[in-house]
Structure formats: C-alpha cells, structure tokens
C-alpha cells in the first residue's frame, strides 16, 4: 500500500486548567468549534448529573441536590460544607451558622427555631421537644424531667419543683370541688 498523500491537519485545541480549594479540573475543547473533549466540571461527582455551582470552601462541583445557597452570606457551599436547620430548612455554611444541635437527634437547629428545655438547658428541634401540661414550658422528652405526683389519685406529671409549687399553691386554695376539678384537668365554666 502506497500512501499518497500526505497533510498535517493543525487542529488547535484549548485546554484549561483549574484549581478550586483541594480539586483541579481539566477543561479541554475544539478551539475552532467549542465541541468539548473533556469536561471535569461538567457532573456532579456524586450523581453525574450536571453541575450548577463550585463550593466556596472546598472546591468541589456539584449539582443543585448535593449544593445549597447560604442564606447568610449568599455564597454557593457543598453537603459537607453547611448545615440546614431541621425545623425551618433554611441553609447556612458552618462559618455563619448561628444556633446549636438537637441534644435528642444531633440535628442543626438556627437561633430562630431553636428551644431550650426549661430544666436542663438543652437545644431541641420541634420534633423532639414536649411541653409541661400545667405550664406550657418546653421540655425534654426525657422521663427523669418530669415529676410525677398525685392528687385525689390522679397522676400529674410537671416540668420543675417550681411548677409544681405554684400548681401546689393553686389546689390548696381551692375547696374540696375544685380539688376535684383540678385534679382532673377540668375547669369550672362561666
């Protein structure tokens, strides 16, 4: 086989490379077309599907389920890189985020969602928070929390020594009826 003819074809080719925190990218494309060739950027790295941002922290691309917006600082942060409130689901990177954890279930809860058990001082998110049924207090669901006692053989369960003085106080002013009433939960009407 002879061969005939012979030609160098120039074909100019960009390649472009990218540092972003602890990821470099490779970006290489037909200059005269724009076809790409290869596109590290291009998918998630977690699910192929196509990107929409780069984390501010670490670098990494990422798709619009594995990305979120920081709603402080505005600023795009991957999966590991933030926290999401579990009560409000509002994204925060963990340089702004403001609030504590769940002692219950460890999730993140932000400042304006966040409760605080009235006896021992933990945060709470809303699924693992009770309130006092004589009070109204937020409280533990832990059963060490409560105290139990017994009115007219009714069993009251109280968030602190504090409300159970002041209900105390309540039933002992009132006459053997109201007793009854109190113990009971029902309340005389008008």
Partial sequence: MKERYSAIINVPIW????????????REYFA????????DMAL?????????????????????????KCAVCD????LADSVKCVNCETPYCKADKKGAFCTACGGFVCVN??????????????????????????????SDHTIE??????KKKFCS???QSQYD???RSKSSLGKLRSSIGKKKHD
Wanted: hydrophobic content about 20%; aromatic content about 8%; overall charge positive.
């Fill in 15 to 26: 390649n472009v490379t990218y540092k972003e925190g602890a990821y470099t990218y490779v």
């Fill in 32 to 39: 005269t077309t724009g076809k790409p060739l290869r596109d």
């Fill in 44 to 68: 998630c790295p977690q699910c192929k599907q196509p990107t929409v941002g780069i984390c501010r922290k670490c670098g990494l691309t990422a798709c619009s389920s594995h990305i979120v």
């Fill in 75 to 78: 600023q795009l942060f991957c």
């Fill in 113 to 142: 969602d966040e409760a605080r058990c009235v006896t021992c001082d933990s945060p709470l998110c809303n699924e693992d928070k009770s309130y006092c049924e004589e009070c109204g207090n937020t409280i533990c669901q832990k």
């Fill in 149 to 154: 006692r017994r009115y007219l053989g009714v």
């Fill in 161 to 163: 020594e504090k409300c």
């Fill in 169 to 171: 106080n309540e039933y």
